[in-house]
């Protein structure tokens, strides 16, 4: 069936890029998006990206898709105390209903 | 405010003690949906529903119910709970099934003994 995979965790320097990368199985995936959960606190959905697109960048936040090697990443540029969280990877295909979510890469910047 | 509310925020129960989780959202959307969420497992979603009385299996159905009968509202039935029920719950909703803005609930944290 259907997979998403990501790295359980990332640490990096205040001031610094973060890179979060995610690997998908579904070679129908339509839609790719990448959601931020605070301690104690729901989902929120960050950026997605279409499947057609290659790029999509807002403001500090970059997703590069490579539909090839079915590899999705989100950069955070100059990564603040405050972008510490779970970040969380997922696809759904066209036929909508159906979300399939990584495991989640905890994100610890520290000062 | 735009929301989706799940009840309770927190629940401690027994095994085979029937129990249902609230979840309600006033954005007039389409699609609602039930995550489970496990350590190392991410999220895993148990039923969604595409709109009023069609509800459909998600990847981890068993031991869940769910009904649809009014748009906003989305119960989550645990007919009998048992320890591997235990779990951290998100319900969302997204305007259509295509899911570009799903809304999370906050949670709901179940521990069953």
């Known amino acids: 069936g259907e997979d998403v995979e990501q790295s359980l965790f990332l640490s990096v320097r205040e001031g610094d890029s973060s890179v979060i990368n995610c690997t998908y199985t579904?070679?129908?995936?339509?839609?790719l998006y990448w959601y931020k959960q605070e301690p104690g606190a729901g989902l929120q959905l960050l950026t997605y990206i279409f499947s057609n697109m290659d790029m999509k960048q807002d403001q500090r936040l970059t997703v590069l898709l490579n539909k090839k090697d079915k590899h999705l990443s989100l950069r955070i540029a100059d990564t603040q105390t405050g972008d510490s969280a779970i970040y969380f990877c997922a696809e759904s295909n066209n036929q909508g209903g159906k979300l399939i979510f990584g495991q989640g890469t905890e994100l610890s910047v520290k000062p | 405010e735009a929301q989706v509310t799940q009840n309770p925020r927190y629940l401690i129960t027994v095994t085979g003690k029937k129990l249902t989780v609230t979840c309600s959202q006033n954005m007039n959307h389409e699609y609602m949906s039930w995550y489970r969420q496990d350590p190392g497992l991410g999220l895993r979603q148990i039923y969604y529903s595409m709109n009023v009385e069609v509800t459909d299996k998600g990847d981890v159905p068993e031991g869940y119910k769910v009904s649809r009968k009014e748009k906003r509202n989305f119960p989550l039935i645990l007919e009998s709970p048992s320890p591997n029920q235990t779990s951290l719950y998100f319900c969302a909703s997204s305007l259509f099934a295509r899911n570009e803005k799903l809304f999370f609930g906050s949670g709901t944290q179940l521990s069953v003994l």
């Open positions: 579904d070679s129908s995936s339509t839609y």
